[in-house]
C-alpha cells in the first residue's frame, strides 16, 4: 500500500507578501484560504479536512469563518518549516483512507510585524531541552544554532562562504522576477560577503526574511482532481524525515545531515522516478546552508560535494537544477515553505511567473525544528 | 531584582542534579544506572536499554572543540553587552557532547579538535553556568 498518486493539489492561493502590516495573522491566512478555494474551483463548504499551520488559526476558525458544515478531519504536523510538506502526507493518508476528498492546508503569519523568531523558538514545547541547556549560554536563534552545522561542514569538506553565496544570489534573482517577492533588487557574490555577520558564519544575506502573508494549498483525492478547474499536480511520492536528536543539534552524532535524508529515499521511491528525472526544486531556505545540505541529503550530489553542486549559477533557470525559482523564503517572503508548494504547483501547470520550459516532473522539500524533513514529488497531469 | 536579563533555565526534578553540580563546580552527567551509558542532555529514559533508573558521574570536564558559532547580533537584549561572543559545541572525553560560551579562546586559535576544559562562572545567586577555556 502506498499514497502514490492517492491525491493532487488543485488549488494554490497566496496574499500579497509583506514586510509591514496592521492585518491579523488570522485574517491573512483566511483570505490566501480563499484565494486557493477559489483557484481550485471549490466553495468553502467542498473543504472537509483541514491541516493549518500550527501556533496560528484553528479549524474552529475555519469552520466560523466558512461555514463548513461538516468537517471530517483536522490535524496539525507540528515540525515547524517541515510542517507544510509533511501536511501533504497527512492528507493523502486520510485522502486515501476514504474520509476526505479536498484538504485545506494553509499558513498565515506576521513574521515581520509580530513576533520575531528568538522570541517563537523560547516559547516552542519542542525545544524545552536547549531551553534549558542552550539558549542560557546565548544559543537562542536558528541561525546561531544551525551556523554550528555549516561551520562543521565547512572545516569537514571545504565549503566556502562564497559558494553559499551563490544560493543568495540565485534566488534573489528569481525574485526579481517575479511580482509577489518582497526583495528584488539583485545582489552579487560580493554584496553577500560584504553584508554583516550574524551568526558567523552566515552573513545577513545567508539568512531567509521576515514576512507578512497568508499561503494555502489544497489537496483532493485523484479521483476528484481530474474533473477540477484547473490542471492536477499530481502527487507521485511523499515522506517526512526526523533527525536523530530531533530538538539538540549538540548532540546529533553528524551535524552535517538532516531528516530529510531519511525522507528522501522513501519518497524517490515511492514517485518511482531517479534525479535526472526532476526538472525544477523548490528547496526549503531558511538559509542558503540548508539548501546546500539538503541537495546533498537527497542524492542530487554525495555529502560534502554541495559546494562545488552548486558553483557557476548551477541553481538558475538555465542550471543544472533550477531551484526556488520564485525566490524563496531568502527573497520572496518567509511562508515556512507553503509558498515552495505554491510554486512547484504553478511550474508544473506552466504559469510560473519565472518559469523553467517544459517543466514536468519537481520536488519540494520542508525543513524545521532543527532538522525535521520532508518532501514532495509532483508531476503535471 | 538581581539585574540578571539573561534567559534562565527552569530546571526539573529530571535535570537538577545537572545544576546542582554546577553550583559546586562539578561537571555531572546522567549515567544510565543498568546499561551504565552516559546520555546529555538529561532524560527520563535511557535510549539504550529503556531503563529508568539513573545514576549521576563527575565528568572530566575536558573534550575537544567539535564545531562553533561565533555570535554577532544578540537575539535575545539580555545578550547584547557580550557581543561578539563565541558558542563551542564540545565532544566530552565521556562521548557525549555540550555546547557553552567560550572564555579566553582568539577567535584565530578556532580549529575542530582544539582541547578544552569546562570552567564555572556564577552569574546570580542561584544559576552557575558552564563555560570553556583552553585546556
Redesign the interface.
Known amino acids: 500500500m502506498t499514497l502514490r498518486e492517492a491525491g493532487a493539489v488543485t488549488g494554490v492561493g497566496e496574499t500579497k507578501y509583506m514586510r509591514g502590516t496592521d492585518r491579523t495573522p488570522l485574517s491573512l491566512q483566511l483570505e490566501a484560504s480563499l484565494n486557493a478555494i477559489r483557484d481550485a474551483g471549490l466553495k468553502p463548504t467542498d473543504i472537509d479536512g483541514l491541516i493549518p499551520y500550527g501556533h496560528g488559526a484553528v479549524a474552529e476558525d475555519f469552520i466560523t469563518n466558512f461555514g463548513i458544515p461538516d468537517l471530517r478531519f483536522s490535524a496539525t504536523t507540528p515540525m515547524g518549516g517541515a510542517s507544510a510538506v509533511a501536511s501533504i502526507q497527512c492528507a493523502l493518508a486520510v485522502i486515501d483512507a476514504g474520509i476526505c476528498k479536498h484538504v485545506l492546508i494553509s499558513l498565515g503569519r506576521t513574521g515581520y510585524s509580530g513576533g520575531r523568531i528568538g522570541t517563537r523558538v523560547q516559547q516552542m514545547p519542542q525545544f524545552r531541552t536547549i531551553g534549558e541547556f542552550e539558549m542560557p549560554s546565548g544559543a537562542i536563534a536558528p541561525s546561531q544554532l544551525y551556523a554550528v552545522m555549516a561551520r562543521r561542514h565547512m572545516e569537514q569538506y571545504g565549503t566556502t562562504s562564497r559558494q553559499l553565496a551563490e544560493i543568495a544570489v540565485t534566488t534573489r534573482y528569481h525574485a526579481s522576477l517575479n511580482p509577489n517577492a518582497t526583495m528584488k533588487t539583485p545582489i552579487t557574490i560580493e554584496d553577500h560577503q560584504a553584508s554583516r555577520m550574524i551568526s558567523d558564519p552566515l552573513h545577513l544575506l545567508d539568512c531567509s526574511l521576515e514576512s507578512d502573508g497568508g499561503c494555502a494549498i489544497v489537496i483532493s483525492a485523484a479521483d476528484r482532481a481530474k474533473d477540477m478547474a484547473k490542471t492536477p499536480v499530481i502527487v507521485m511520492g511523499v515522506a517526512e524525515g526526523h533527525p536523530d536528536s530531533p530538538s539538540a543539534i549538540t548532540q546529533r552524532p553528524d551535524l552535517t545531515t538532516l531528516g530529510l535524508a531519511k525522507a528522501a529515499p522513501k519518497a524517490f521511491a515511492m514517485a518511482g522516478v531517479t534525479h535526472s528525472d526532476i526538472d525544477v526544486a523548490e528547496v526549503y531556505d531558511c538559509f542558503t546552508y540548508i539548501v546546500m545540505c539538503q541537495l546533498e541529503d537527497m542524492g542530487f550530489c554525495k555529502k560534502g560535494e554541495g559546494g562545488s553542486f552548486i558553483e557557476n549559477g548551477a541553481l538558475g533557470l538555465n542550471g543544472r537544477l533550477p531551484v526556488n525559482t520564485h525566490g524563496g523564503l531568502l527573497s520572496q517572503a518567509h511562508m515556512a515553505g507553503m509558498n515552495h508548494i505554491v510554486e512547484l504547483a504553478r511550474q508544473l501547470r506552466g504559469e510560473a511567473a519565472a518559469q523553467v520550459p517544459n517543466a514536468k516532473i519537481g520536488l519540494v522539500t520542508g525543513y524545521g525544528d532543527m532538522g525535521d524533513g520532508s518532501i514532495a514529488i509532483m508531476r503535471r497531469a | 531584582m538581581d539585574g540578571y536579563d ?6 526539573t526534578p529530571d ?1 537538577q542534579p545537572y545544576w546542582d553540580g554546577l553550583a559546586e563546580g562539578r561537571l555531572r552527567l546522567q549515567r544510565c544506572g543498568d546499561c551504565h551509558k552516559i546520555r ?2 538529561p ?1 527520563p529514559v535511557c535510549p539504550s536499554c529503556y531503563s529508568m533508573n539513573v545514576e549521576w558521574v563527575d565528568a572530566t570536564g575536558r573534550g575537544t572543540v ?8 544578540a ?2 537584549p539580555g ?1 547584547k553587552g ?1 557581543l ?2 563565541v ?1 563551542v ?1 564540545v565532544d566530552l572525553d565521556e562521548g ?6 567560550a572564555r579566553g579562546i582568539d577567535t584565530s586559535q578556532l ?2 579538535g582544539l582541547p578544552v576544559k569546562v570552567a564555572y562562572e556564577k552569574v546570580k545567586d542561584d ?1 552557575t ?3 570553556f577555556v583552553l585546556a
Request: glycine fraction near 0%; charged fraction near 15%.
Open positions: 539573561k534567559l534562565v533555565p527552569s530546571p535535570t546529555h542532555y532524560r567539535h564545531s562553533w558559532t561565533i555570535t554577532h547580533y537575539f535575545h545578550f557580550d561578539p561572543y558558542l559545541t557525549v557532547r555540550m555546547q557553552a560560551q580549529r575542530v544559576l553556568l558552564p563555560v
